[in-house]
């Protein structure tokens, strides 16, 4: 699960000070729709990214069906103690950072031009749905967008040797990965987590 990177550029992000900056910039919105969630400037492309949490909208509902059941039954008022805080608990799980338009109105989903699908060749370590890999080692050593484009895996099948998933962006060196017979994916630390076959040649750039 992606946790450590934007997004948009695929860059290492400082969640601290992308929040400061967010917080800086949209003060009042901040406040009014920010709760328990964190929402970041990317200081490296300047595009938005939020973590809403995936079940939020089930608490959501399952907080007032409880309420209701409460004023039909008050002997559930007991087992409140223990259901309220779970809630909670589940409600403020962290989701992976998602793309935020630039008027906050909802996440901007991946393009599906920019659909990605692999073999995979040989694992070397987990790969998490929602995770951000690197077909470039230095990748944060240039400038955003300049590079070949992360993945985003949307979705792995172990069994079948099958990687789905979507480029962050457009980029020529995109078109040039995709034609290799094996391309390396690195994780944050730039160990190689899998070597691939992109299944369909691209022609973007
Ligand atoms: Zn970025």
């Known amino acids: 699960m992606n946790r450590t990177r934007c997004p948009w550029c695929g860059k290492l992000i400082d969640k601290e000070a992308d929040s400061a900056e967010y917080r800086k910039k949209y003060f009042y919105l901040h406040m009014k729709i920010s709760f328990g969630r964190h929402y970041g400037i990317c200081s490296h492309c300047g595009k938005i990214y939020n973590d809403v949490p995936r079940s939020a909208l089930i608490c959501l509902i399952a907080w007032f069906a409880y309420f209701g059941f409460l004023m039909i039954l008050p002997i ?23 793309r935020i338009d630039d008027n906050l109105s909802g996440v901007v989903k991946h393009e599906e031009k920019l659909r990605a699908k692999a073999n995979i060749c040989k694992q070397y370590y987990d790969i998490l749905p929602n995770e951000i890999l690197l ?34 962006y457009d980029n020529c060196d995109n078109a040039y990965f995709a034609s290799l017979d094996r391309v390396h994916l690195y994780d944050d630390e730039g160990n190689v987590v899998a070597d691939i076959t992109f299944k369909e040649k691209i022609q973007n750039g």
């Open 76 to 98: 559930a008022m007991y087992s409140a103690i223990i259901v309220l805080p779970l809630l909670v608990i589940i409600s403020s799980k962290p989701s992976h950072f998602k």
């Open 135 to 168: 077909l470039s080692k230095d990748h944060d050593a240039h400038e955003p967008f300049s590079r070949v484009s992360p993945i985003s895996v949307s979705k792995l099948d172990e069994k079948a040797g099958i990687l789905e998933g979507y480029w962050l």
